[in-house]
């Protein structure tokens, strides 16, 4: 069973920056690609980035490219969610996911049946 924490979130004014983490409770280097997902109130949860097992792949959604940066270390078994020139429209409470499933060189954004392990959430709010 693979637990993951979420940390970081807060309030920020527009164009600031924020970095979210993702704990993990063992390994997921080489056995779990690690994907970033979102739900505004009101909305379907998006997918916002992902790194594959391996680290070597990553994928970003539309809305994001650009502006937010994803990266593993692998020695402290965390995925981080760099955000800058966040915007209104950002605020959300961001999740992270393990993926079992996915060959370590690739990360699924958009199958989240795919992933199987769900951190509690941290809300980001973006406002002036």
């Known amino acids: 069973q693979l637990q993951l924490v979420e940390s970081g979130g807060g309030l920020v004014q527009p164009g600031g920056s924020l970095r979210l983490s993702c704990a993990a409770s063992?390994?997921?280097?080489?056995?779990?690609?690690i994907g970033w997902f979102r739900q505004a109130p009101g909305k379907e949860r998006e997918g916002v980035s992902c790194?594959?097992?391996?680290?070597?792949?990553?994928d970003y959604g539309d809305s994001v490219k650009g502006r937010f940066t994803i990266s593993r270390d692998n020695a402290k078994n965390t995925v981080y969610l760099q955000m800058n020139s966040l915007k209104p429209e950002d605020t959300a409470v961001y999740y992270c996911?393990?993926?079992?499933?996915?060959?370590?060189?690739?990360?699924?954004?958009?199958?989240?049946?795919?992933?199987?392990?769900w951190g509690q959430g941290t809300q980001v709010t973006v406002s002036s």
């Open positions: 996911a393990g993926d079992p499933w996915t060959v370590h060189v690739m990360c699924h954004l958009k199958r989240l049946d795919e992933y199987d392990y």
């Open positions: 063992r390994r997921t280097s080489d056995y779990y690609a």
């Open positions: 790194i594959s097992a391996s680290g070597g792949t990553t």
